[in-house]
């Protein structure tokens, strides 16, 4: 018995060893707690976050993560796709439901989502200041809020129906309706009135803005040309327009994946400039690709981590100057390491979570550290 348990005790500590030899050797600025400070950070990859899934469940590609105002984090996840899941996997386990909430301590307290009215290719999760949570679908047509428990609250756009020159997922982008959304991938609430900016998306290239109720109010944006996209034009996106962050001094953050850059607008629209990300190795020729944004939680939001799937990789930017500080992550499967590397949240101690789709199709915590 005493041999066993020397056993076990050098497992765990072989296994947090790893965990320690994971942290990122780039010191960056970020904030810990909200208003204060700010102070330097690493981040170390938490291998025994989340706990197990219950009753033999698996995630399909995690299409979205976020956090409550309790620090609990939510997932939503492809399962209602059948072909997120390996045949062994629909033989011998079962599909998550869509929407996954965690505790802190990575402990499954709650779950929810009919796979027949989310919506399909589900993409994104965010919390709004009210506590509800949007979630859209990139293969679907809507943007659904939900309150925390799961109640359906209100609809933009009519599922199974697009933007498009014939209603289908299939037509030519619009990018025009007043009522209707074409594959909608990411959302920002502004709490001063309630007004809801949606990515819209994979079909349309299109900032869409609606108010709290769902009526129509503004868009802003277009489909690129190529040359359009390399001389830097605003308001212009190249393929997808892939997320929108809003800053709490009125700006916002968009990604357009394809064209390589973070596009920086006011409410309004108007274009106020580029931010252009580095690649993870000097040999690699261009720009990185921004998928997601997440702004730190001190009162200036002076950083701007940015997930970038071409990369891999993490990144902490400069939200003034755009200048790329740090970052962490490399290709590959295991703890610290990303395949799809897709969205990113933050919890109030200042901790990132990465959600990660076709390949890697899970989340992963990253303590913030403090030197």
């Not at 690493?42 to 698996?58: E, I």
């Not at 209602?80 to 990575?106: R, S």
């Not at 755009?322 to 799809?340: D, K």
Request: hydrophobic share 35%.
């Amino acid at each position: 018995m005493e041999s066993k348990r020397v056993v076990h005790l050098l497992s765990i500590a072989t296994a947090w060893s790893i965990a320690l030899g994971l942290w990122n050797t780039l010191s960056h600025e970020g904030n810990v707690l909200r208003g204060q400070s700010v102070t330097p950070v690493k981040f170390q990859v938490d291998p025994f976050w989340p706990k197990p899934l219950p009753a033999d469940w698996v995630t399909g590609n995690v299409g979205g993560t976020c956090v409550d105002s309790n620090d609990h984090v939510f997932i939503v996840s492809r399962t209602a796709d059948p072909t997120n899941l390996t045949n062994q996997e629909k033989e011998i386990a079962k599909a998550a439901p869509p929407v996954i909430e965690f505790d802190p301590d990575g402990n499954v307290v709650n779950s929810w989502g009919d796979p027949k009215v989310v919506p399909g290719g589900i993409h994104d999760c965010y919390f709004d200041y009210e506590g509800n949570i949007w979630i859209g679908g990139n293969a679907d047509a809507i943007a659904q809020k939900y309150s925390h428990d799961g109640k359906l609250l209100l609809q933009i756009g009519t599922k199974g129906k697009f933007d498009t020159s014939d209603g289908t997922i299939k037509g030519a982008a619009l990018n025009s309706s007043h009522t209707l959304l074409n594959r909608p991938a990411s959302f920002a609430v502004d709490p001063a009135n309630g007004e809801v900016y949606i990515a819209d998306g994979y079909g349309n290239r299109r900032i869409v803005v609606f108010d709290r109720n769902g009526t129509y109010i503004r868009q802003f944006g277009r489909q690129a040309t190529q040359s359009e996209s390399e001389a830097g034009m605003g308001g212009v996106f190249l393929t997808v327009v892939h997320c929108v962050a809003l800053s709490s001094d009125g700006l916002l953050y968009v990604c357009d994946r394809e064209g390589r850059r973070i596009q920086v607008f006011d409410k309004m629209g108007n274009f106020k400039k580029n931010i252009f990300l580095k690649r993870r190795r000097a040999d690699l020729a261009g720009h990185g690709q921004p998928w997601w944004i997440r702004l730190s939680l001190d009162k200036a939001q002076k950083y701007m981590y940015v997930s970038d799937g071409l990369d891999e990789i993490v990144w902490t930017l400069d939200r003034e100057t755009g200048e790329t500080l740090s970052g962490f992550g490399r290709p590959g499967h295991m703890a610290g390491e990303f395949t799809f590397l897709h969205t990113i949240t933050m919890n109030s101690k200042g901790d990132l979570f990465t959600g990660e789709t076709i390949g890697g199709r899970r989340v992963q915590k990253f303590r913030a550290v403090a030197n």
